[in-house]
């Protein structure tokens, strides 16, 4: 028997497999609309491959901008090209998006945020690296215009006042200088002395381009090669070159007064992989200094250095709650039920926080969006001992059920501050697609699934990056904080139609049966939130209603483009002559927001009516959790027909008068047969 | 697999050069190639090594006589026939 009831779990598996072969088959399509000259169709087709994962593919990004340029729409190309930015990693697709940008900025200028004249300074060949540089500070709204030395040039263009360096008159002068440009020699006896020399030398090339230019400068600093023949014995040994390119690096960073910015290529190369940054075939070859597929990293940290000198990092964190700074959902599970400190996944969350206070301390602003009860959202803040954050961290707190997008607008409007300077952090992926959807100017965050690996997520992350530290900026906060209770919260709305349509859900609605029994009996047990009558029926009493060929049961399982969620609602029903009374409807807090309630009364409404009943009756019994749902029979035209002292409410929806509830948004694969059901069980 | 490997070929050079219209015959060669200069050649060899999953040793990263030499090469590496 069970085998049967397996069969659905089985098709599920096999259709998400479909979808990476129509994902497949969309782009060869594409590929071919393509080169047959069809671009607008090709396109239609690659944004149709691109829905298949949460991030478009970098290949398909390309792709589209290389269509839309032939379109000549140069303002879409380089919106596409530049999600180049956040999704690929590889040389290869980063040349390609960076040479067609070259292209499209030779005829078009883009609106930007800030147009800035960059000259570049290279120890070695740079001509693949600045189109990279150029491609990343645009995905920051920075347009580059830029000016390269000629190789190794970069001392006779500062030291030299009539070079093309100062004809170019430069606003900010990047050094992008390697491990050979370092004037110390294998082994020195002086070592305090070799270093504080040469350092000095960097000094000088900073401050004379700097006065002759009026320029900021951009040092890059030293990538130290780990190929020592000295070993491990280099580490103690003050005079070896590895110990003094490391004392260098210290040295220059000390050395750099408020006007220089350093990109800490040490740690990006570490990063890396220090065997991999260097490549000496590149070297011989091109006189390539850092290995061509590090050049994207080396272009994104030093957009978001550049970005940060202007002014255009980012202010504020927008935290969720439930599964982002614990485990678990603390409106469902409770104080005691939440992950957070024992366990590998608890640990995680701590370790979240703990970075995220650093930001905090560093200056960010931490606000919290959730979709929760205010106060059980405050609970674990307040009683939770594992907790590393407090009230007191965050400028402003939002726990409500209003759509998080338009929470965000309400967070940047009460700090005053611009939708620009926000970044979310969000674990579940349709949050983050319809807050990308509704405000594109916040940064969102794709966190993983495994919440062991947020803290790295977050911490690679680099629009946090700030030029100065100083002791104002750990005050932050609390001035936000201000500025946030006073301001008056003024709520914005905005259209979720295509929110929901881009969600591409899909449920199965179909009556009890054995094998979902386990959960649904979970469900009856735990939900809290969205549920009306909070009645908890075991297994026994659930498969008494199964039995009973008055009552209606479903569940409804749903599926969208990111998740199967699984079985998230269910409704109980008793039939009572021309009467269809909801016993028990609930809906887990995962799906809030998604039209599942209004799919699921449509399914019943089908049901009722095929039972030959007319009007619908509905009970809402008050807890101190389910405040939520109060208001939702209303909302889908029941009328009240009673009210008890204790605030039951009861209400009716006449079928006849005005038809089924409809819900246009998820597509039901396979709509219940009650009879057939029971004559089964 | 003579078929196979041009086209992968071609494939890649339209995405270095951006061009989806570029053909590539066994006898051309990289002078009668726009815009074929030694950044191209660079970006041309790394994107073979990322494509064919191969390394050239430092000596054969700077020149082939044609795309047939090339070809050869690719064949004999990847263990195709060309």
Redesign the interface.
Same mark, same amino acid.
């Given at each position: 028997m069970r085998a049967r009831w397996e069969e659905p779990a089985l098709v599920m598996a096999e259709q998400s497999g479909t979808t990476h072969e129509q994902r497949a088959e969309l782009e060869s399509a594409g590929n071919a609309l393509r080169k047959a000259g069809s671009f607008a169709e090709a396109i239609q087709h690659y944004q149709q491959a691109a829905t298949a994962s949460e991030l478009p593919c970098a290949d398909l990004c390309v792709k589209i901008a290389r269509c839309h340029v032939q379109l000549n729409q140069p303002a879409e190309a380089l919106s596409w090209l530049t999600r180049v930015v956040d999704v690929a990693d590889t040389y290869t697709t980063w040349q390609s998006a960076a040479a067609l940008l070259e292209k499209v900025l030779q005829t078009h200028t883009p609106q930007v945020k800030r147009a800035v004249r960059v000259a570049v300074l290279g120890s070695y060949t740079t001509t693949q690296w600045v189109p990279m540089l150029r491609l990343a500070a645009l995905c920051q709204g920075v347009l580059i215009e830029a000016y390269e030395s000629d190789f190794d040039q970069y001392q006779q263009d500062v030291l030299d006042e009539r070079s093309g360096l100062y004809t170019f008159k430069p606003e900010v002068i990047v050094f992008a200088v390697h491990d050979g440009a370092a004037a110390l020699p294998e082994y020195a006896d002086d070592a305090s002395k070799a270093v504080e020399l040469e350092a000095g030398r960097w000094a000088n090339l900073w401050k004379t381009a700097a006065q002759r230019s009026g320029a900021r400068v951009i040092m890059h600093n030293f990538a130290v090669r780990s190929d020592s023949a000295m070993g491990h014995l280099s580490t103690r040994v003050a005079g070896s070159r590895y110990s003094m390119m490391q004392q260098l690096n210290r040295a220059i960073g000390e050395a750099a007064g408020s006007n220089v910015s350093i990109v800490d290529c040490d740690r990006i190369s570490a990063t890396f992989g220090k065997t991999k940054w260097f490549d000496d075939r590149y070297w011989y070859l091109s006189k390539q200094a850092v290995a061509l597929d590090a050049l994207p990293m080396l272009a994104t940290h030093t957009a978001a250095v550049l970005a940060a000198d202007l002014g255009l990092s980012r202010k504020c964190l927008v935290l969720d709650l439930d599964n982002t700074l614990w485990g678990g959902v603390i409106g469902e599970d409770g104080l005691t039920g939440i992950e957070l400190g024992n366990g590998p996944r608890g640990e995680a969350f701590v370790a979240l926080q703990k970075y995220i206070l650093q930001l905090k301390n560093k200056g960010v602003i931490l606000a919290v969006c959730s979709k929760n009860n205010d106060a059980d959202a405050r609970e674990p803040f307040e009683k939770h001992s594992d907790m590393q954050m407090s009230l007191d961290d965050v400028s402003i707190f939002v726990a409500n059920w209003q759509p998080k997008h338009e929470n965000i607008r309400r967070i940047a409007q009460t700090l005053n501050i611009g939708l620009d300077s926000l970044v979310f952090l969000d674990d579940n992926p349709a949050e983050r697609e319809i807050v990308r959807q509704h405000l594109p100017e916040v940064d969102v965050i794709a966190l993983p699934v495994d919440p062991t690996g947020y803290p790295q997520a977050l911490a690679s992350y680099l629009m946090f990056e700030t030029s100065s530290y100083t002791a104002e900026d750990s005050q932050r906060a609390a001035q936000y904080k201000a500025k946030a209770e006073i301001a008056e919260l003024q709520q914005q709305t905005g259209s979720l139609e295509d929110f929901h349509r881009s969600l591409q859900m899909t449920a199965v609605v179909a009556p009890f049966d054995e094998l979902h029994l386990p959960r649904i009996v979970q469900l009856i047990g735990k939900t809290n939130q969205f549920n009306l009558t909070t009645r908890r029926h075991n297994i026994e009493q659930v498969r008494r209603f199964m039995d009973d060929s008055a009552y209606v049961h479903l569940y409804l399982k749903l599926t969208d483009r990111f998740a199967d969620h699984g079985l998230v609602s269910l409704l109980i029903a008793r039939r009572v002559g021309i009467v269809l009374d909801i016993e028990s409807w609930l809906m887990s807090c995962r799906v809030i927001g998604r039209t599942v309630e209004a799919e699921l009364l449509s399914q019943m409404c089908r049901t009722a009516e095929q039972m030959g009943c007319t009007r619908l009756r509905g009970t809402y019994i008050p807890t101190a959790k389910n405040v939520m749902v109060q208001e939702i029979f209303s909302r889908f035209g029941f009328e009240q027909v009673s009210r008890s002292e204790g605030g039951e409410t009861v209400w009716e929806y006449d079928l006849a008068a005005h038809g089924p509830i409809e819900n246009g948004f998820i597509e039901v694969r396979s709509t219940p047969d009650v009879v057939k059901q029971e004559v089964s069980s | 697999m003579s078929d196979q490997l041009h086209e992968q070929l071609e494939d890649v050079f339209q +995405? @270095?050069f +951006?061009d989806?219209t570029m053909m590539l015959r066994d006898d051309t060669t990289a002078a009668e190639v726009d815009g074929w200069d030694? @950044?191209a050649h660079? +970006?041309l060899m =790394? !994107?073979l090594e990322?494509?064919f999953s191969i390394q =050239? !040793?430092?000596n054969e990263? !700077?020149e082939f006589e044609n795309i047939g030499a090339l070809k050869h090469y690719l064949a004999r590496k990847t263990g195709a026939t060309a």
């Open positions: - | +995405n @270095v +951006n989806d030694s @950044v660079i +970006n =790394f !994107a990322e494509r =050239f !040793a430092g990263l !700077a």
